[in-house]
Nanobody, 115 residues
Framework: VQLVESGEGLVQPGGSLTLSCLAS????????MTWYRQAPGKGRELVAA????????HTVASVQGRFTILRDNAKKSIYLRMDNLKPEDTAVYYC?????????WGRGTQVTVSS
C-alpha cells in the first residue's frame, strides 16, 4: 500500500489550495478514504472522509463550507479542495486508508497559511 500526497504550498489567508493523494497497492475503489492534518504542537485530527463510491462525504465542523473532499476512482486519487484558508489551517495534511484492521498513511504535505 502506498499513499502519496502532493499540492503543498504557502497561501495567504482567504486563498485556496487543492491537495491530491495518489493511491496504489490495494483495491482503491473498495475503501473509504480520509484526510487528516497535524498542526504544530498538536495531535493529528480528522478533516474529511469520503466513501468508496464518492457519494457520501463528511467534513469536520472547523472546515465545513470551506473544504471539499473528492475522489476519482479511475485515477486512484482523492483530493481536498480548500477555500477561504485561515492561519489555523496551517498543518501537515495526510491521507489515510483503513484496510481491514490496519491504517495506512501517506507521508504528508505541508500547508502554510500566512500573510
Amino acid at each position: 500500500v502506498q499513499l502519496v500526497e502532493s499540492g503543498e504550498g504557502l497561501v495567504q489567508p482567504g486563498g485556496s489550495l487543492t491537495l491530491s493523494c495518489l493511491a496504489s497497492g490495494f483495491t482503491f475503489e473498495s475503501y473509504t478514504m480520509t484526510w487528516y492534518r497535524q498542526a504544530p504542537g498538536k495531535g493529528r485530527e480528522l478533516v474529511a472522509a469520503i466513501d468508496s463510491h464518492g457519494t457520501t462525504s463528511h467534513t469536520v465542523a472547523s472546515v465545513q463550507g470551506r473544504f471539499t473532499i473528492l475522489r476519482d476512482n479511475a485515477k486512484k486519487s482523492i483530493y481536498l479542495r480548500m477555500d477561504n484558508l485561515k492561519p489555523e489551517d496551517t498543518a501537515v495534511y495526510y491521507c489515510k486508508a483503513i484496510i481491514g484492521r490496519s491504517d495506512y498513511w501517506g507521508r504528508g504535505t505541508q500547508v502554510t497559511v500566512s500573510s
